[in-house]
T-cell receptor
């Protein structure tokens, strides 16, 4: 199955700054999902991207699916303390209906 | 709202014991999943099921088995627990999707320690 890599593993951000986390797959994906896990909590679904080049926004979060459908990114603007947590991407392969999760990017915010 | 309930938040067992982790969902979802979560490794799929009595191996099935006798319940079994199975175990469920995986809904997890 596909392998999904996420970078960076840790992101320390000053409150108010922007940052981006990246997700890369070894194979073409049929779609990609993003989840957020707050400290002590469980992963919660954020969004799904299906189309090549697709861009979706949720308030300060912008999600993008690459043209080749092998990578994705999550960009957060004006980071707030509520953004603290671990963000996972999860890709579904074109021939494999399992989701493969990345290792996650853990975000901490300096006030 | 979907609720996925795992039977225990914390569990301590001994090496060699047979361990059962239970998961129940209340939204009539067809698909159910068991993952383990370890620092730096993300979520790794152990087993999943897309229907009653059906099961499929995930990426790390060795040392585990599963049971799905009813649609709402999916059990993970550690046949003979070992210390390297100490981990956080997460159960999830989702609707069956045609061509595209539907969003997964997770339980709160069971932190299992094998001594």
């Amino acid at each position: 199955g596909q392998q999904v890599m996420q970078i960076p593993q840790y992101q320390h951000v000053q409150e108010g700054e922007d940052f981006t986390t990246y997700c890369n797959s070894s194979t073409t994906l049929s779609n990609i999902q993003w989840y957020k896990q707050r400290p002590g909590g469980h992963p919660v679904f954020l969004i799904q991207l299906v189309k090549s080049g697709e861009v979706k926004k949720q308030k300060r979060l912008t999600f993008q699916f690459g043209e080749a459908k092998k990578n994705s990114s999550l960009h957060i603007t004006a980071t707030q303390t509520t953004d603290v947590g671990t963000y996972f991407c999860a890709g579904e392969g074109s021939n494999d209906y399992k989701l493969s999760f990345g290792a996650g990017t853990t975000v901490t915010v300096r006030a | 709202d979907v609720k996925v309930t795992q039977s225990s938040r914390y569990l301590v067992k001994r090496t060699g014991e047979k361990v059962f982790l239970e998961c129940v969902q209340d939204m009539d979802h067809e698909n159910m999943f068991w993952y383990r979560q370890d620092p730096g490794l993300g979520l790794r799929l152990i087993y999943f099921s897309y229907d009653v009595k059906m099961k499929e191996k995930g990426d790390i099935p060795e040392g585990y088995s599963v049971s799905r006798e009813k649609k709402e319940r999916f059990s993970l079994i550690l046949e003979s627990a070992s210390t390297n199975q100490t981990s956080m175990y997460l159960c999830a469920s989702s609707l069956f999707g045609t061509g595209v995986n539907q969003p997964q809904h997770f339980g709160d997890g069971t932190r299992l320690s094998i001594l």
